[in-house]
């Protein structure tokens, strides 16, 4: 579905198409000046492309990502000119959309992706927009949750025993107070544990960590006998 967006001032955004391979410089520029939607400034190889990019006046970048070193190239038209929309076209797997993202690229079109859908994706660069094709994005979204899941668990592994005795506890309701008595500590230890708990896992307050833990189990503490020695 196309979006309908406001022409930056000057009028149609400036377009730059960069690549390695002559074919698609060549016809990417003659394919996307049909279109009529934007102001083509050119085809260039990488070299060529950071000095126009840095000269200023360039909206969005076409970029083809079909081979590897194209990520360095991502970085460097970024670098060249910081706030430039970034077409990356070819991207299909989800490690490369990644990597393509922290270099700076805006917008993501498939090695199938039509002319339509990459000047979708330009428009919606050159206007500081990000797009991406449906499928991709259900991938990457997958991919988030999964690395925050590896973070938690990593996060808990991070637990030293006591911390992971506290921590129940804590989950369970119990008062610091009552988790010094329970564990035969002091009520400033206790303390101690649960700012560190809290810093581990990133949480913003006590209350949370009881969330934070629901589905992992612990061991059950060490209970310590009446009388026994303080530790502090």
Do not use: Y
Request: charged share 25%; proline share 4%.
């Amino acid at each position: 579905m196309s979006i309908e967006l406001p022409l930056p001032r000057r009028g149609l955004p400036r377009l730059l198409i960069v690549g390695d391979i002559v074919l698609f410089r060549e016809g990417m520029l003659a394919a996307l000046s049909r279109t009529q939607r934007f102001e083509m400034v050119g085809a260039a190889a990488i070299a060529e492309a950071i000095e126009i990019v840095a000269d200023g006046g360039i909206e969005v970048v076409v970029l083809d990502t079909s081979r590897r070193r194209a990520l360095g190239q991502a970085r460097q038209l970024s670098k060249a000119s910081p706030g430039i929309g970034i077409v990356a076209f070819g991207i299909n797997e989800v490690d490369d959309a990644l990597a393509c993202a922290e270099a700076g690229v805006r917008a993501f079109v498939g090695q199938d992706g039509s002319i339509e859908a990459i000047c979708e994706a330009a428009m919606q660069a050159a206007h500081g927009l990000s797009a991406c094709p449906p499928d991709l994005t259900a991938r990457l979204l997958d991919r988030l949750a999964a690395i925050a899941r590896d973070a938690e668990l990593r996060a808990s592994d991070r637990l030293t025993s006591r911390e992971a005795e506290v921590a129940r506890l804590v989950a369970s309701g119990l008062s610091n107070k009552q988790i010094a008595r329970e564990l035969a500590i002091s009520p400033a230890t206790v303390k101690n544990h649960v700012h560190a708990i809290l810093s581990k896992f990133d949480l913003p307050r006590r209350s949370a960590i009881g969330r934070q833990l629901e589905g992992r189990s612990f061991e059950e503490p060490v209970r310590h006998a009446a009388g026994a020695p303080v530790s502090f």
